[in-house]
């Protein structure tokens, strides 16, 4: 199971190199030393990112790949590769498309503890923990309903679930390609205010420009995954996420322990 990747949209922007260095190169590496282990399967991490601006949501895994950053655009050449060894009968792989992965894991135990932190929810709670300043928010005039950006969140349990699934359909298939997602779409603003409900905090929101990369909406279509893995996430509510990373960050203010 390949999850290692830079994951962040704007950075990429600013060092692309950097991206196509660990995203592409280093898969290919993977993908040579799995050729030279004898290692036949391999459930690589991709993402929603690969879908670019879609032309209608929820999106399928039949749309368009056609990223607007270089992060998507990465991941979509890894996608790439584990398909062109895949044609070669070098590996049997399936590409698992995450929309925003979040939530804590193992009852609120196993929560996100990135440095410097980027995503939204964690961003949200350390505000309300008193642990920064404000949240920002960055774009305020989308073509959406409060003109906030809107994404899919999928806790990291019910991505778990999906894996495990797809090693296990591997072992018929040579090529798999599901969407991961909840199939709900919810506001950068909608997380702020569920942030508040659930940790009984107020705190500051600032607005900012919009971020290059950022598309407008972003929600899955899983139906694929569903019918064909028997996939059904556990955790549909947003405020029921948000809950588990809550309960985590505050048993961990200072994240894990370097």
């Given at each position: 199971m390949h999850f290692a990747a830079f994951i962040e949209a704007g950075e990429s922007f600013q060092q692309p190199l950097k991206y196509y260095q660990n995203n592409v190169s280093n898969t290919q590496t993977v993908l040579s030393a799995m050729e030279a282990a004898g290692v036949e399967r391999l459930v690589f991490s991709s993402t929603a990112a690969v879908y670019g601006v879609p032309e209608k949501v929820p999106?399928?895994?039949?749309?368009?790949?056609?990223?607007?950053?270089?992060?998507?655009?990465?991941?979509?050449?890894?996608?790439?590769?584990?398909?062109?060894?895949?044609?070669?009968?070098k590996?049997?792989?399936?590409?698992?498309?995450?929309?925003n992965a979040c939530g804590a894991g193992n009852n609120g135990a196993l929560g996100e503890d990135h440095r410097p932190e980027s995503h939204?929810?964690?961003?949200?709670?350390?505000?309300?923990?008193?642990?920064?300043?404000e949240v920002k928010i960055y774009g305020t005039d989308y073509p959406t309903e409060d003109g906030t950006c809107?994404?899919?969140?999928?806790?990291?349990?019910?991505?778990?679930?999906?894996?495990?699934?797809?090693?296990?359909?591997?072992?018929?298939?040579?090529?798999l390609v599901y969407n991961l997602g909840n199939g709900n779409g919810h506001s950068v603003r909608?997380?702020?205010?569920?942030?508040?409900?659930?940790s009984g905090k107020e705190f500051e929101v600032a607005e900012s420009e919009r971020r290059a990369g950022d598309p407008p909406v972003l929600t899955s279509?899983?139906?694929?995954?569903?019918?064909?893995?028997?996939?059904?996430?556990?955790?549909?509510?947003?405020?029921?996420?948000i809950e588990t990373a809550w309960r985590w960050h505050n048993e961990h203010p200072d994240g894990y322990p370097d």
């Open positions: 999106i399928r895994e039949d749309s368009a790949t056609t990223p607007i950053n270089p992060y998507g655009e990465t991941k979509l050449a890894a996608e790439r590769l584990c398909q062109e060894r895949s044609q070669k009968g590996v049997r792989y399936a590409t698992l498309r995450y929309f939204l929810i964690p961003l949200a709670i350390r505000a309300a923990m008193g642990k920064a300043s809107v994404r899919d969140f999928i806790h990291v349990e019910d991505l778990c679930r999906a894996h495990l699934l797809a090693l296990k359909r591997l072992e018929e298939e040579a090529e909608e997380v702020i205010e569920t942030v508040k409900k659930v279509d899983a139906t694929k995954a569903i019918n064909e893995l028997g996939w059904k996430t556990e955790f549909t509510e947003l405020e029921k996420i």
